[in-house]
């Protein structure tokens, strides 16, 4: 078990780009999330994988961001045409499926740290 | 709807002192409550949960939380601090559907004076 993986650590762009993430949840974990931090703030959701089917996604996506997750194991997540305001550290948790409602365990990558210049 | 408040935007403490870190909370129905520590350039990581049994929760590291239905808190201790401790904490509530409904605190941020 090596943890949450993310990749990049960080990604400096310049606005108008596309960047995408990448995420490797736990293996065995069915259960993947990404979420959003800003400066001085908490992680707040964005969007949720059980398996291969996207099942919650927050208003916070934008029509610009879009998540996969192929086969139900990494997952990744793609922001078009970037702007300043989605310079942001974003998270990917996953948890296992032996756990669920308040028994849920979410456990955390390292991030990815986005610049949008 | 489920809300948490960090009351502290930052605690300073002398290393070997007591840690107080609060944390209020409002949901609707008996939540689940967390204390998540991120240090810098690593990923979050879960100190303790409460989850309806035991008010006082012992997690890692030597910190505890004392769930407090009364007074809707969450408050996360630790009787002598160690520079280590030194990091951002974060008080999340969570849903009876789990991860997904899980709502983040604005994080309190530690420091320890040696």
């Known amino acids: 078990d090596t943890g949450v993986s993310q990749n990049p650590r960080h990604k400096i762009t310049k606005r108008g780009q596309n960047v995408t993430f990448r995420c490797d949840p736990i293996?065995?974990?069915?259960?993947l999330y990404w979420y959003r931090q800003t400066l001085g703030q908490g992680p707040e959701f964005l969007t949720y994988?059980?398996?291969?089917?996207?099942?919650?996604k927050s208003r916070l996506l934008s029509d610009r961001f879009s998540a996969e997750r192929p086969k139900g194991s990494f997952s990744t997540l793609e922001i078009q045409r970037t702007e300043q305001g989605d310079s942001a550290m974003y998270l990917c948790?996953?948890?296992?499926?032996?756990?669920?409602?308040?028994?849920?365990?979410?456990?955390f990558g390292s991030g990815t740290q986005l610049s949008v210049l | 709807a489920q809300s948490v408040t960090q009351l502290d935007s930052h605690v300073s403490v002398s290393e070997g002192t007591p840690v107080l870190l609060r944390c209020n909370y409002s949901?609707?129905?008996?939540?689940?409550l967390f204390w998540y520590v991120q240090h810098p350039n690593k990923g979050l990581q879960l100190l303790l949960k409460y989850t309806s049994a035991a008010t006082l929760v012992k997690g890692i590291n030597g910190f505890e939380a004392e769930f407090k239905k009364s007074e809707t808190s969450f408050h996360l201790t630790k009787p002598s601090a160690h520079m280590s401790d030194a990091a951002e904490y974060f008080c999340?509530?969570?849903?009876?559907?789990?991860?997904?409904?899980?709502?983040f605190g604005a994080g309190t941020r530690l420091f320890v004076k040696a």
């Open positions: 994988f059980q398996n291969e089917a996207q099942l919650e």
């Open positions: 293996s065995e974990h069915n259960r």
């Open positions: 999340v509530v969570s849903g009876r559907t789990g991860g997904f409904k899980t709502i």
């Open positions: 949901s609707s129905y008996s939540p689940s």
């Open positions: 948790a996953s948890s296992s499926k032996f756990e669920t409602g308040s028994n849920e365990k979410l456990f």
